[in-house]
């Protein structure tokens, strides 16, 4: 017990930096998550329908429910309780996004680049994900604690491919590959192959954790796909397998959340590619060919991220773009895709085993969704940002790492990271007063009208701050707590 106490004490002298850094990150979403203004499904949820819904299995009349009839049981149970429960609430939205983070620094090798961008993942997120994942809990829930999830279990791979792990692994990737398919149907299915690809693939020791994962993942879809509602007619659900309504809605909307609202992933990838071919001497031609193309890519979509702050959009994120634009964009997006792929191969020799897997996981949670017939929302390609944000940190990484700039460059990123973090909790906390004011406003309070004034910023809150989509029941409720 005295070794097992003095061992402790040792290793948290070691780490007490990294301790203390994710301990501020905790503390930081759990004020994010207080100040944060509830909105839509959120109401749904913590009312009658969704205490309906708990009590029946998730099952009720079509017309009534929609396409709440489903069977993702633990996201469900949680965004009732979370709306319900705001200690619970902070707990959960701290500590997803604090193990993301930690997951992130953890697969990229625990270096101090690794920290600052995996802190500074969700300040990196577009309008539109920012908009529908962090700052909207009915969100939030269904996407990011099965991402972490998904990620603690690649930790677990990595750490067991360099030392043996203790057998008890296999029950705990058991609970993680269960409890991370029950968010979501895209996540259900896709865990399963991703296993699949690790065991056959990626792994050199195959052991009990990787298969009591793939176990686990297979029993959550079986009870995910069980749920009568998936045998219901629900057109929210509609998939379609034509091939030109497939590429019409990639132009449209899913090249556009995925790849060219992302400006800040786009140019930090581009900008240590570039410097990842520089630092190789003597150029050959397909060197100096990569960077005449880099730096077309770099401009052609800092131009596009500024055209698209001017283009108008709904309160879903939908572009109303010019059809030619869109169709030649989307065309570009395709081109950078394959070039990001065979960069991986021609270029990051050291880690291309790593790279290459981020690169086939972001294709593999992104394409269930080229078949969705009626996209309603950006934050299903939010899967996918999680792994070409990772394949962006091994890139800057090698790109920065040991050069003349490394120390400016990370102070850059660091001070950039902790001013854009500052600005968010103002905006919050903004829109957190200005909210209880017109909640208290007697004619909205009583219920004889609807609200009639916006917040300061209302991107931070979901549909950008629909004044229809408020419920004056919860804050009745809540007032009164």
């Not at 590619?273 to 190789?280: G, N």
Request: proline fraction near 3%; aromatic fraction near 18%; charged fraction near 15%.
């Amino acid at each position: 017990m005295r070794n097992y106490t003095y061992s402790l004490i040792k290793f948290f002298q070691k780490n007490w930096v990294y301790f203390l850094v994710f301990g501020l990150v905790f503390c930081y979403f759990a004020i994010f998550r207080y100040l944060l203004i509830p909105s839509g499904d959120d109401y749904f949820w913590w009312g009658q329908p969704g205490d309906y819904l708990l009590h029946h299995g998730f099952v009720g009349p079509v017309k009534i429910y929609g396409a709440s009839i489903n069977g993702r049981y633990l996201g469900n149970f949680l965004e009732i309780f979370t709306m319900r429960h705001l200690k619970l609430a902070l707990l959960i939205f701290a500590g997803s996004w604090t193990l993301m983070s930690w997951c992130m620094w953890k697969l990229e090798n625990q270096t101090w680049w690794a920290l600052i961008l995996a802190v500074a993942f969700v300040f990196t997120l577009n309008d539109s994900l920012l908009n529908t994942v962090l700052v909207w809990n009915a969100g939030f829930i269904n996407y990011v604690p099965p991402m972490a999830l998904v990620l603690l279990y690649l930790v677990i791979c990595k750490d067991g491919e360099n030392k043996p792990l203790h057998k008890y692994y296999a029950i705990l990737t058991l609970i993680i590959g269960l409890a991370a398919g029950l968010f979501l149907e895209v996540i259900a299915m896709a865990q399963i192959v991703m296993g699949l690809i690790i065991i056959f693939f990626f792994t050199k020791r195959k052991r009990g954790y990787h298969f009591s994962y793939l176990i686990g993942a297979l029993v959550a879809l079986v009870i995910m796909m069980s749920h009568p509602g998936y045998r219901m007619h629900i057109p929210y659900r509609e998939t379609t397998f034509n091939p030109f309504k497939i590429w019409h809605i990639y132009v449209i909307a899913n090249h556009i959340w995925l790849i060219s609202l992302n400006t800040i992933l786009i140019f930090l990838l581009l900008l240590a590619m570039t410097f990842i071919i520089s630092r190789k001497r003597p150029y050959s031609f397909l060197d100096k060919l990569f960077i005449i193309v880099n730096n077309l890519f770099l401009v052609y979509y800092l131009i596009v991220g500024v055209y698209l702050k001017r283009v108008h959009n709904d309160n879903n994120y939908n572009y109303l773009l010019n059809p030619i634009f869109a169709e030649i964009d989307a065309i570009i997006s395709l081109f950078l895709i394959s070039y990001t792929g065979y960069f991986i191969c021609h270029y990051l020799s050291k880690q291309r085993k790593q790279v290459l897997f981020y690169y086939l996981c972001a294709g593999l949670y992104f394409g269930p969704l080229l078949f969705v017939a009626a996209p309603v929302s950006s934050r299903g390609v939010f899967m996918s940002y999680v792994f070409m944000y990772l394949i962006m940190i091994d890139c800057v990484q090698t790109a920065f790492t040991g050069i003349k700039l490394q120390n400016f460059l990370f102070l850059i990123i660091l001070l950039a990271t902790l001013g854009i973090a500052g600005r968010y909790q103002m905006y919050l906390y903004e829109n957190f007063n200005a909210n209880l004011q017109r909640v208290l406003e007697p004619d909205y309070i009583q219920g004889k009208r609807l609200l009639n004034k916006h917040i300061p910023n209302r991107k931070f809150v979901w549909s950008k701050d629909r004044l229809d989509q408020q419920n004056v029941f919860y804050w009745r409720a809540r007032l009164k707590k």
